[in-house]
């Protein structure tokens, strides 16, 4: 008895079909769209103006900075006023000043917000309410009201035309204080619980839990501080006397005092005054978009 196979048919697997769409295809230019496109263009370019602007006059020779009409590229460009920027003023010293002071005013702003932020976070104590509302209303007190009694304080420390003098009183930073608390409000008590049945002390906790899940808003801090330590011009212009210990806000303008009005040689201090900022900016700017957007969301 003979058997006799079939031959089995291969099934040809069908190709995958993708499903149809439904609804109407939204344009993949809409007018909202564009409108924003736009404005942030005409936005970027208003601020681009000015630098470009003083950018392009510092290049001038003085002669053609006051000609009419005003025209927009130099004719003859020149780096004479840089040079007789730096000739004039000790800009190397200034540049290291204002470098140790806006680092030293960042690195304890943060220290003591982190520290004070996570008190008022985490902590209960007597008068904890009243005491936070004195940090928020001390963000209403203009410094400027500040100035005398700061600087007999200092004076009476014997700080004055010292680096301590000039970055003690911008230590103390109550916004920064209100933001930090607000983002530690936002993060969830179930890890410092889970870092408390591991025996972690309540110092172990800030600095190996908090602070590294805080580091997107604690790097916009950061920048944020920096930036303001740097062109902080009233108090160390107050606090210093001795040409050796000004910043470069205070240092570029006695140099302008001492020539007068010369455009090309104000635009080129300017150009060189911000020019770090600018680099600071454009290194860290992820970080101040998502630690701002992270501050707005969890507080």
Do not use: C
């Not at 058997?3 to 295809?25: D, F, I, K, N, Y």
């Not at 909202?32 to 630098?51: E, K, M, R, S």
């Not at 200034?94 to 960042?106: A, D, M, Q, R, Y």
């Not at 003690?168 to 993060?187: H, R, S």
């Amino acid at each position: 008895m003979t058997t006799t196979t079939m031959p089995t048919e291969r099934r040809s697997a069908a190709p995958a079909t993708r499903p149809a769409r439904s609804g109407p295809v939204k344009p993949r230019w809409t007018f909202a769209g564009t409108a924003t496109a736009v404005g942030a263009v005409i936005l970027a370019a208003l601020w681009l103006v000015p630098l470009l602007w003083a950018l392009d006059t510092s290049l001038k020779p003085e002669p053609e900075t006051t000609r009419a009409p005003i025209t927009w590229l130099p004719e003859a460009p020149t780096g004479d006023a840089y040079r007789s920027v730096i000739e004039q003023g000790d800009l190397i010293r200034w540049f290291l000043n204002s470098t140790v002071v806006s680092i030293l005013v960042t690195a304890l702003t943060l220290f003591v917000s982190v520290l004070a932020a996570y008190g008022f976070s985490r902590t209960t104590f007597p008068g904890r309410r009243v005491l936070f509302g004195l940090i928020i209303a001390g963000i209403l007190v203009p410094p400027q009201v500040l100035i005398v009694p700061l600087f007999q304080e200092m004076t009476g420390l014997g700080l004055v035309d010292t680096y301590w003098g000039i970055v003690l009183p911008q230590v103390v930073a109550p916004v920064m204080v209100f933001v930090l608390k607000k983002f530690f409000d936002g993060i969830s008590r179930d890890y410092e619980d889970a870092a408390r049945v591991d025996g972690a002390s309540r110092w172990r906790i800030v600095w190996s839990v908090m602070v590294p899940m805080s580091r997107p808003i604690l790097v916009a801090v950061g920048i944020f501080t920096f930036i303001g330590a740097w062109n902080n011009f009233l108090w160390p212009f107050i606090v210093t006397t001795d040409p050796s210990m000004m910043t470069i806000p205070v240092g570029l303008a006695n140099v302008q005092g001492s020539y007068g009005l010369r455009y090309a040689q104000i635009m080129a201090s300017a150009v060189l005054g911000g020019l770090p900022l600018l680099i600071v900016y454009a290194l860290f700017q992820r970080h101040v978009v998502r630690g701002v957007g992270d501050a707005g969301i969890k507080g």
